[in-house]
């Protein structure tokens, strides 16, 4: 199984901040990379897929890059309503792990 | 309106089985596969596998083969998980998601169920 790492695990930030979290693959993974945010209590959201691409309706202050085993995944512009904890997702093989998560709080 | 809405909170002894329901409204059940996703108290997200909604073909991750089961039934475009046999540590929030593209294979999952909780206590 490919094995997800993100980094930080947690992180305080203020509003207006760019915000970067960092999510490396066991293997290259191409460009099979999606980030999801989820608030306390709600089911996640697709925010990016296909590691770069803005899902529709999703702001433009996030934003992703990266491709084979290490990617990046920003917050430009931070807002009160972005705290919750954001997880990314590899689909180039079975099992479509997700990494273990950032919970991201308000400073 | 796309959406996927689950069946209510279930609490279950050990040893018991539960099965939660996922609904589809909003589009052709079968063009899109589906996937599980396990969030046990205070955790992460696990992919617990995926059905083929065309084919009915079913795949579990490794963590969940033997006890857990994925079904349909086209005709009410739903999606089904059945837990035998449950155990404490199945304890968690269970939700079903729908793959964005069309391709039958669980890619990006742009459509959540609102998650049904799964309680086994004695």
């Known amino acids: 199984d490919i094995q997800m790492t993100q980094s930080p695990s947690s992180l305080s930030a203020s509003v207006g901040d760019r915000v970067t979290i960092t999510c490396q693959a066991s293997?290259?993974?191409?460009?099979?990379l999606n980030w999801y945010q989820q608030k306390p209590g709600k089911a996640p959201k697709l925010l990016i897929f296909?590691?770069?691409n803005l899902e529709t309706g999703v702001p433009s202050r996030f934003s992703g890059s990266g491709s084979g085993t290490d990617f990046t995944f920003t917050i430009n512009g931070l807002q009160p309503e972005d705290i919750a904890t954001y997880y990314c997702?590899?689909?180039?093989?079975?099992?479509?792990?997700f990494g273990q998560g950032t919970k991201l709080d308000i400073k | 309106q796309v959406q996927l809405v689950q069946s209510g909170s279930e609490l279950k002894k050990p040893g018991a089985s539960v099965k939660v329901s996922c609904k589809a409204s909003?589009?052709?059940?079968?063009?899109?596969?589906l996937s599980w996703v396990r969030q046990a108290p205070g955790q992460g997200l696990e992919w617990m596998g995926w059905?083929?909604?065309?084919?009915?073909?079913?795949m579990y991750a490794q963590d969940f083969t033997g006890r857990f089961v994925f079904s349909l039934d086209t005709s009410v475009s739903t999606a089904f998980l059945q837990i035998s046999s449950l155990k404490a540590a199945d304890t968690a929030v269970y939700y079903c998601?729908?793959?964005?593209?069309?391709?039958?294979?669980?890619?990006?999952?742009?459509?959540w169920g609102q998650g049904t909780v799964v309680t086994v206590s004695s």
């Open positions: 998601t729908r793959s964005r593209d069309e391709t039958g294979y669980p890619y990006a999952f742009d459509i």
């Open positions: 909003g589009y052709t059940f079968i063009n899109h596969a």
């Open positions: 059905i083929n909604t065309y084919t009915g073909d079913a």
């Open positions: 293997q290259d993974i191409s460009n099979y």
């Open positions: 296909d590691a770069s």
């Open positions: 997702q590899q689909y180039n093989n079975l099992p479509g792990n």
